[in-house]
């Protein structure tokens, strides 16, 4: 039989390598497309040698061209941490609006089946706790963090309106916090701040009194469950992440322990939008796709921590 043909954009990134590896280990056939401008081929550079991976330098909000038949595009290019899309606003902008237009041109050029990688940032400073699919949310337009929040809900409305007009096989999840190994030190995002700080017993920043919550899936559930949506039916969005909540304050505390860091919190003030809550109602997911988070947060945490020192030394 043919080898499946599978594109990712946004491959060298974070969450985009781990599917890479993925798909390698199904004995699929992999694309993996990036700008490199958040990715990096470090993620990678041990599939490059592999005679199914192909790495593409491109920027998927510029026209796609790819020849041959492709039957899944997993769009995950987009900058995904505030210091990433609040450096490169118009970039993240840009690769929600017309990337997903280029990468949904595509999908309907191949007769391929299109994930979008969507986010929790869809409901804003939620209003309603947990998050289910249906809330609609409650988002800043204007505001700082409006660059990420409304180029992925573009995403999701160009997502179905071709699904409805031009009957294309369309995928979106809703990803909530994750974490695990190849984030990046300079990430942004809470657990590579507060492990990068803990490992060099450096003051711990806490952003806002701590009080706000969380909850956060270990990148290998969360491949799990994007595989599953992929291989659903389900058109319409779908939350992936933990609902187990924990405040700030406390998995910063948990770090500290994990690590052994004589690090103390420092406090910052928090940042224009920054949302009370996050986490996710994952019912549908239960239901449609048999998913639920299996790594417990200290067993991930250890992993990530353990990932962290390596790439320190």
């Known amino acids: 039989m043919m080898k499946k043909r599978v594109l ?49 330098k491109h920027d998927v909000s510029e026209h ?26 118009i970039q ?19 007769g391929a089946v299109i994930l979008l990688a969507s986010t929790s940032e869809v409901y804003g400073d939620p209003l309603l706790n947990p998050q289910p699919e249906t809330y ?3 988002v800043n337009p204007v505001g700082p963090r409006g660059v990420y929040d409304e180029a992925k809900r573009f995403a999701e409305a160009i997502m179905m309106a071709y699904h409805r007009t031009h009957k294309v096989d369309t995928r979106i999840v809703r990803i909530f916090n994750t974490y ?8 942004g995002r809470a657990i590579p701040n507060f ?32 595989y599953r949506l992929l291989m659903s039916r389900e058109t319409g969005p779908v939350n992936i992440g933990n609902p187990d909540e924990m405040s700030l304050r406390e998995l910063a505390r948990t770090v500290i322990k994990l690590t052994g ?20 109602n ?24 353990e990932y962290f020192q390596k790439s320190a030394r």
Request: proline fraction near 5%; glycine fraction near 10%; aromatic fraction near 8%.
């Open 8 to 56: 990712i954009t946004g491959g060298a990134g974070f969450i985009g390598s781990h599917l890479c590896d993925l798909f390698i280990d199904k004995g699929c056939k992999v694309v993996c497309m990036d700008n490199l401008i958040t990715g990096s081929l470090d993620n990678v550079r041990h599939l490059i040698k592999d005679e199914d991976f192909e790495f593409i």
């Open 64 to 89: 796609i061209d790819l020849k041959g038949r492709l039957e899944y595009i997993l769009h995950f290019a987009s900058p995904a941490s505030p210091i990433d899309y609040l450096r490169y606003p």
């Open 92 to 110: 993240t902008l840009k690769v929600g609006s017309l990337g997903t237009h280029n990468a949904l041109g595509l999908a309907k050029t191949k």
């Open 136 to 138: 609609w949310g409650n």
């Open 180 to 187: 695990g190994e190849r984030m990046r030190a300079n990430d």
């Open 195 to 226: 492990i990068g700080q803990a490992i060099r017993n450096k003051p711990i920043t806490m952003y806002g009194n701590g009080r706000q919550t969380r909850s956060f899936c270990y990148v290998s559930d969360l491949v799990d469950g994007l």
């Open 261 to 280: 860091s004589k690090s103390k919190i420092v406090h910052e003030p928090l940042p224009e939008d920054d949302p009370k809550v996050r986490r996710p």
């Open 282 to 305: 994952i019912s549908k997911a239960r239901r449609i796709l048999k998913w639920k988070p299996q790594v417990k947060l200290e067993v991930g945490l250890l992993k990530t921590i």
